[in-house]
């Protein structure tokens, strides 16, 4: 065995992490059901129509509802938009959540998808899986309405129970161009409910100090780093780690001196 004698690096080390937000999954920030059991008329609804073959001029509509995300001292994560809602044509449905632009829908989407999983003919609350960051005490809306223009399909959003005014915004499909939003003051709002989980918020766990002990390794030779933390003891060398298959190449290995005011270091090769 050979004793060889190596330099020293001292390298700092930053472990960071994320902190796991306190509050529950699935916190709801807006409920306009109008009530806590997500309860809503089924006998009042709002309908977007996709063809002019069943009587209307538009080939698609669009509606959405402008609601105001909880506070919190952090943004949410969007987890789930529950609203009561049917259509024929499942693959026809657009939903989407959407910045206010002065007391209209904005062009900045948040979240957005076609073809929601679990909305069918059935009337039933449906609930969406969703993403995306919402502020806190921000205004945003939610849009719902046709994905395929003349599709022959018609979507029914109903509303909630009690009634609950708010602010509407209509859009038309038409002449192959969305049309610009018609805001309405309304006293019946459609049903829905907006859920998320308040954003996990950055943080240094540790901060700690490590030695990289490296060395030059011949092909083949096999090499054991090993530590002793007092100089002159020379019966007690501890080995760092497993040994070493050189390469030929610089090889290195790392020891954390987190706990220790002095530590020495050697490489033994064979």
Excluded: C, H
């Excluded at 190596?6 to 902190?19: D, H, N, P």
């Excluded at 916190?27 to 009587?55: E, K, R, V």
């Excluded at 530590?227 to 003891?233: I, L």
Aim: proline fraction near 6%; glycine fraction near 8%; aromatic fraction near 12%.
């Amino acid at each position: 065995m050979q004793e060889t004698y190596t330099m020293k690096r001292l390298i700092i080390l930053i472990a960071a992490g994320l902190a796991v937000g306190s509050a529950p999954a699935q916190t709801l920030i807006y409920n306009g059901y109008n009530n806590p059991n997500y309860a809503y008329n089924s006998n009042a609804f709002f309908s977007m129509y996709a063809s002019p073959s069943i009587g209307f001029d538009p080939a698609a509509q669009r509606i959405a509802f402008r609601f105001t995300a909880a506070a919190s001292s952090v943004p949410w994560v969007l987890r789930n938009v529950r609203l009561p809602i049917r259509t024929g044509n499942a693959s026809d449905v657009y939903m989407a959540i959407v910045t206010d632009a002065v007391g209209a829908p904005g062009t900045s989407i948040i979240w957005q998808v076609t073809a929601p999983s679990g909305v069918n003919a059935t009337l039933a609350n449906r609930d969406v899986a969703a993403s995306g960051l919402l502020d806190p005490g921000a205004s945003y809306w939610l849009m719902v309405g046709n994905a395929i223009p003349a599709s022959d399909n018609v979507i029914n959003w109903f509303i909630a129970t009690p009634s609950l005014a708010g602010t509407l915004a209509r859009s038309a499909y038409n002449g192959g161009t969305w049309g610009s939003w018609s805001i309405f003051a309304s006293s019946d709002l459609g049903a829905f409910a907006i859920f998320a989980d308040p954003i996990a918020t950055p943080t240094t766990n540790a901060i700690a100090t490590a030695v990289e002990v490296f060395f030059p390794t011949v092909s083949g030779s096999v090499y054991q780093v090993q530590y002793q933390n007092a100089m002159g003891d020379t019966n007690t060398w501890y080995n760092l780690g497993p040994p070493i298959l050189g390469d030929g190449g610089e090889r290195a290995v790392f020891d954390s001196s987190r706990g220790q005011t002095q530590r020495y270091y050697r490489v033994l090769t064979q």
